[in-house]
């Protein structure tokens, strides 16, 4: 069946580090990819999307490119900030509008000032 | 411009007792809504799904039912809790994009 595997957290990172959070998806088909972040307490934000391959989604300075060749979805940061601490998940969509969400097991980014 | 809400934010009940959480979204008509658990320190798990009333979903067989009464309104129920059930509850929306919409979500934690 169609699966979602995200790097293993914790993740603790210094201000201002690079970060990189890995991501892949089983490749049957052509999902939809989402980046998700749940800050503590909270329930989950949309971070970015990406609907089709090669596509980049970007937001608060976080990047990912759907890559169909490695069936890859990866989360960069160029320099992460203390308030980026948080989980984030990796998700896959098939099935258009319709489609579930399947979600990985999430990664725990803890920065450090 | 659409709102997801659920209550109660924290529950603490017994084994063995009822449970009723509410998920209402505002906004928006015809939604697909979910329910999802996420115990501590795991991913998400996917409960219930349901697009339309009366038409529920179960991704996971266990002692936890929904409902969905009203075109935006979603119930989470039990008729009696064990304590595996503790964890963070996040009921979700989407309505014809690519996108889920979360709520802010309710801690449960069975005693």
């Known amino acids: 069946g169609n699966s979602v595997t995200q790097m293993e957290g914790p993740v603790t990172l210094s201000e201002e580090a690079f970060l990189t959070i890995n991501c892949t998806y089983t490749a049957t088909g052509y999902p939809s990819l989402f980046w998700y972040v749940q800050y503590p307490g909270e329930g989950l934000q949309l971070l970015l999307k990406?609907?089709?391959?090669?596509d980049k989604g970007s937001n608060k300075g976080f990047e990912a490119t759907y890559r169909k060749e490695t069936t890859s979805f990866h989360l960069e940061k160029g320099s992460v900030q203390v308030s980026d601490s948080a989980v984030y998940f990796c998700?896959?969509?098939?099935?258009?509008?319709?489609?579930?969400?399947?979600f990985g097991k999430g990664t725990k980014l803890s920065v450090k000032p | 411009s659409q709102t997801i809400h659920q209550w109660p934010a924290t529950l603490v009940q017994p084994v063995g007792s009822p449970l009723s959480l509410e998920c209402t979204v505002e906004g928006t008509s015809n939604p697909n809504l979910y329910w999802y658990r996420q115990a501590a320190g795991r991913g998400l798990q996917l409960l219930f799904y349901?697009?339309?009333?009366?038409?529920i979903s179960s991704e996971v067989p266990q002692n936890l039912s929904a409902s969905r009464p009203q075109d935006r309104q979603f119930i989470l129920s039990s008729k009696k809790l064990l304590l595996s059930d503790s964890g963070f509850y996040l009921c979700?929306?989407?309505?014809?994009?690519?996108?889920?919409?979360f709520g802010p979500g309710t801690r449960l934690t069975v005693t």
């Open positions: 349901s697009v339309g009333i009366g038409q």
């Open positions: 979700a929306w989407t309505s014809g994009t690519y996108e889920q919409y």
């Open positions: 990406a609907t089709k391959a090669d």
């Open positions: 998700a896959s969509r098939y099935g258009g509008s319709q489609g579930n969400l399947i």
